[in-house]
């Protein structure tokens, strides 16, 4: 009854996930074939892509960002080596939170204890679990390796990196597994992960630039050790298939010592009373949200830093191709500026994530029943709105600045030009109008009802696209515009239009207040 339990689950699992796991894997193999894409339109001679490739391998900043730098005269090479880190951790992101819906989740919410009032085994919902993140990962890593066979990449080369990534994936799921079982939320669950998969990254960075033993210490550096389109190795998947098995051994070991419902970490409660800064629903706002903000501003702070650190190499590296005129030479500018013009977008979109992320917390808050006791105090729903609307305003302001001021101060310790960081901080602060559109507009999704609230993902979906593969697809005018990003001089290689970006910020506070009228006028679950 055990075995046919965990397969019924296991179908439950990924009917439940068959829209998460299609926008996650398609992104997933959107990442590595379009850098096969890009590569190939950039340089039109070999001598130019010979060039740029050791341009790149004495870069220290690449390195640490990418990884090693091995064929990077070679298309193969390339998308090994752009892809290959940041699609292990898009592969342990999805795996992270497979695991967290149905383990952690289910128990938070009771769903879990009524599944075992049937004839369940113990083990069955978190052994449907491991095997949802399975067919994830093989899904992720097979098409992977058919995107880039089928673009004409060498068969073992793409075969090597869809395994590395569905590995990672595993590893990474696994770990999760094994949190799960110490913690009693879904939050710390997360947090313990994600503090692995960080690590990991930064392992991986600190053993490529040094002499490389941090690296063996990283799942995501034991998929690059297979050496994927430069010479392919096997032997480092058993390194990885090691890991899984062992945490998994670890984590049923440990689930078997646990009471559902709990962790084996004891929970600390808070102190009996809230200090001054709790005192409001401003103050308890931002406590629950200013982890994800310290957060987030870290990342896009060091991302930015590593995009500065490119410095002035963007020349050599870009080559004279006409692709590469046509993607990053912008409005007559500099290839230099035109580069950080489109480095200023993409650390925009990355911001976007937290945008739409802290826009939806109230949503997690009203799922799990806590806002109905706040409002059964005198705080009023409008202030409750108002205030969890400025914490992602106030929140998204700080993680779009510290993106600017990390790629200005990469910039300058690179180059030595002291007026880079002020340049470059204010060429990324008037997309915080664009980011805070989308929140606002996820905002009023939620507002309207809270199943509608996940549009805000769809719209940050449909913006990178534009972004990114606009031209490739040759998409409409009318199309475009539809992105709060298209309407945005690029700065700095053009000058800030101030009309386009007042008529976004006006936009943004319609969209906040009709989303904040609609939440009054509805139903509370």
Request: one cysteine or more.
């Amino acid at each position: 009854m055990t075995g046919s339990a965990t397969g019924l689950l296991l179908r439950f699992n990924l009917r439940r996930d068959r829209l998460m796991l299609l926008w996650w894997v398609l992104g997933a193999v959107l990442l590595y074939w379009s850098q096969a894409v890009s590569v190939e339109g950039l340089y039109p001679t070999q001598a130019e892509f010979d060039k740029a490739a050791a341009s790149m391998g004495d870069n220290v900043a690449f390195v640490a960002m990418a990884g090693p730098a091995r064929a990077l005269n070679t298309v193969g090479g390339q998308v090994a080596w752009q892809a290959s880190a940041f699609g292990a951790i898009v592969a342990g992101l999805l795996s992270m939170l497979l695991v967290g819906r149905h383990t952690r989740a289910e128990e938070e919410s009771g769903r879990d204890e009524l599944v075992r009032a049937g004839a369940v085994g113990r083990r069955a919902p978190v052994a449907a679990a491991g095997l949802t993140v399975l067919v994830a990962n093989v899904l992720l890593g097979g098409l992977v390796a058919a995107s880039l066979v089928g673009y004409g990449l060498a068969v073992a080369g793409s075969v090597s990196l869809g395994l590395a990534a569905a590995l990672a994936g595993l590893v990474f799921g696994s770990v999760a597994l094994v949190a799960a079982q110490l913690t009693d939320g879904t939050r710390a669950m997360y947090g313990i992960t994600g503090v692995v998969i960080g690590a990991s990254y930064v392992l991986r960075a600190v053993g490529d630039v040094g002499n490389g033993a941090l690296s063996w210490a990283s799942p995501i550096g034991w998929g690059q050790a297979m050496h994927a389109f430069s010479g392919e190795r096997w032997w480092p998947a058993l390194l990885s298939v090691t890991a899984v098995a062992v945490l998994l051994a670890v984590a049923l070991w440990l689930f078997d010592r646990r009471d559902i419902g709990s962790g084996l970490m004891a929970a600390r409660p808070g102190p009996a009373r809230a200090g001054p800064r709790l005192r409001g629903s401003l103050g308890l706002a931002w406590r629950q949200q200013r982890a994800s903000v310290a957060g987030w501003a870290a990342g896009l702070f060091f991302t930015g830093l590593a995009y500065g650190a490119i410095g002035d190499d963007v020349e050599d590296l870009l080559g004279d191709s006409q692709f590469a005129q046509d993607v990053f030479v912008q409005g007559g500018g500099t290839v230099v500026d035109s580069f950080y013009a489109v480095a200023v977008v993409i650390l925009a979109l990355m911001a976007s994530g937290f945008a739409v992320a802290s826009a939806l917390r109230p949503r997690g808050e009203e799922d799990a029943g806590r806002v109905e006791g706040l409002l059964a105090t005198g705080l009023t729903r409008r202030r409750w709105a108002a205030t969890c609307l400025a914490v992602t305003t106030a929140g998204t302001v700080a993680v779009v600045s510290a993106a600017g001021l990390g790629l200005g101060l990469g910039y300058q310790l690179v180059t030595g030009d002291g007026s880079a960081v002020a340049r470059l901080f204010g060429a990324t602060l008037p997309y915080v109008a664009p980011v805070l559109l989308l929140a606002t507009l996820t905002w009023l999704a939620y507002g309207l009802s809270p199943r509608w609230a996940g549009f805000g993902w769809v719209a940050l979906a449909f913006c990178v696209v534009v972004s990114f593969f606009g031209e490739l697809l040759q998409l409409p005018d009318w199309v475009v515009d539809l992105s709060p990003f298209s309407h945005l001089a690029l700065v700095p290689a053009e000058p800030l239009a101030w009309g386009p970006l007042l008529a976004l910020l006006a936009v943004t506070t319609t969209l906040g207040v009709a989303g904040t009228g609609a939440l009054e006028r509805r139903d509370l679950h």
